[in-house]
C-alpha cells in the first residue's frame, strides 16, 4: 500500500532559526515528490516538485533533498520568518497511478516572535 | 500558474441540506479533482471530475452522495447531497494539465460547516 508519513506531527521555532520537516514514503513506482505549503484556511500552494533524477531543489529559504534510494526526502526553512507558520505537506505520484496522488499527514510549524 | 477561485468560500448549513460548490479555472485544464480535508487531516481524493460523463469516484465516496459535474474545460461543480455533521469539511478543487504541465495547483478551498 502507498503511504507517505511526515515527522514531525508539529514543530515549534524561534524566529529566524532553521529547521528541517522529514518524509518517509513507500510510494511504487515512483514518478515524482511534491512539497506543499498550506496556510491555515487556504489551499495548498507548491513549493518544489522533484522527479526521480534530482536529489535537492530550492526555492528561496525552502530547500527540499530527495533519496529515492532510502525513500526519503526533507524540507529545510531558512532563517524562519512568521510567515512560514502554516502546514507543510509531502505528496508523492506514482507511474501509472493516473493522477493519483499520496498525502503525508503534514507537519504543522509554528514560528514564535 | 493557474488561478483558481471557489465559491462559497465558506458556509454554514443546516443537517440534511445539499451545498454546491463551484470551481472556475482561468484557464482551460486537463484534469479537475475534488478533495476533502477534514478537520486537522490532510486531503483525501474524492473524485476526478471528467469532462462530458461521468465523474471518477475514489473509494468510499458515491455519486449520490457527491455529485459532481463537469461542462467544459474551465469550471466543475461539487454538491455535498443530504448533509451531516460529519460532513464539515473543507473542500478543495484542483487542477493539472494547464500549459501541459504536470504540477496540480490547489484552489483556495471551501469551508462547511453543518449543524
Known amino acids: 500500500k502507498n503511504q507517505v508519513e511526515q515527522s514531525p506531527q508539529s514543530l515549534i521555532i524561534l524566529e529566524g532559526k532553521n529547521c528541517t520537516l522529514q518524509?518517509?514514503?513507500?510510494?511504487?513506482?515512483?514518478?515524482?515528490l511534491r512539497w506543499y505549503k498550506q496556510d491555515t484556511g487556504r489551499g495548498p500552494v507548491s513549493l518544489t516538485i522533484?522527479?526521480?533524477?534530482?536529489n535537492t531543489k530550492s526555492n528561496g529559504r525552502y530547500t527540499a533533498t530527495l533519496d529515492a534510494d532510502t525513500k526519503q526526502s526533507s524540507l529545510h526553512i531558512t532563517a524562519s520568518q512568521l510567515s512560514d507558520s502554516a502546514s507543510y505537506i509531502c505528496v508523492v505520484s506514482a507511474q501509472n497511478a493516473g493522477n493519483m496522488l499520496t498525502f503525508g499527514g503534514g507537519t504543522r510549524l509554528m514560528v514564535k516572535p | 500558474s493557474a488561478v483558481i477561485s471557489q465559491k462559497p468560500s465558506r458556509d454554514i448549513c443546516q443537517r440534511g441540506t445539499s451545498l454546491t460548490i463551484q470551481c472556475q479555472v482561468d484557464s482551460q485544464v486537463t484534469m479537475m479533482f475534488w478533495y476533502r480535508q477534514q478537520p486537522g487531516q490532510s486531503l483525501t481524493l474524492i473524485a476526478t471530475?471528467?469532462?462530458?460523463?461521468?465523474?471518477?469516484?475514489e473509494s468510499g465516496f458515491v455519486i449520490d452522495k457527491f455529485p459532481i459535474s463537469r461542462p467544459n474545460l474551465t469550471f466543475s461543480t461539487l454538491t455535498v447531497s443530504n448533509m451531516s455533521p460529519e460532513d464539515s469539511s473543507i473542500y478543495l478543487c484542483?487542477?493539472?494539465?494547464?500549459?501541459?504541465?504536470?504540477?496540480?495547483?490547489f484552489g483556495p478551498g471551501t469551508r462547511l460547516t453543518v449543524l
Open positions: 484542483s487542477v493539472q494539465g494547464l500549459a501541459g504541465s504536470n504540477e496540480q495547483f
Open positions: 518524509c518517509n514514503y513507500t510510494v511504487s513506482p515512483f514518478s515524482n
Open positions: 471530475a471528467n469532462q462530458g460523463s461521468e465523474a471518477t469516484y
Open positions: 522533484m522527479t526521480f533524477s534530482e
